[in-house]
């Protein structure tokens, strides 16, 4: 069932794609997430209209601190994700992903984890 497309990982339906977690959370477990959505930094080069972070308390670009996950904190991070075996990861958030310092180290290390 894996294999139908309105089961995959981003899917809202995903739980019956899981039956693992299903068993699991009835036997009063927790199951590993299926997705992370991962905030590396809210350092942003654009100017979105949209953008409820700069808009949330009427700052403009560059007026809030730079907040990011430190590089030894995501490798760590990395290394529970793979071995919880997640899935999938996302790199969004508050602010664009590839202005992260070392985006690369983290992209090479997601990708090598599978």
Known sequence: MKDIQMFN?????KMVAFPEH??????????APTYLNIDLTNVCNHDCIHCFYRHENNMKLGDFPII????DRMM????????????AVEYIG???PFLYKR???????TIDYG
């Open 9 to 13: 990982v981003f899917s809202p339906y």
């Open 22 to 31: 299903l068993k699991l959370i009835r036997e009063g477990r927790i199951p």
């Open 68 to 71: 990011a996950i430190p590089f």
């Open 76 to 87: 760590w991070l990395l290394g529970d994700m793979r071995d919880m075996k997640i899935p």
């Open 94 to 96: 508050g602010g664009e």
């Open 103 to 109: 985006f690369d180290e983290v992209l090479t290390k």
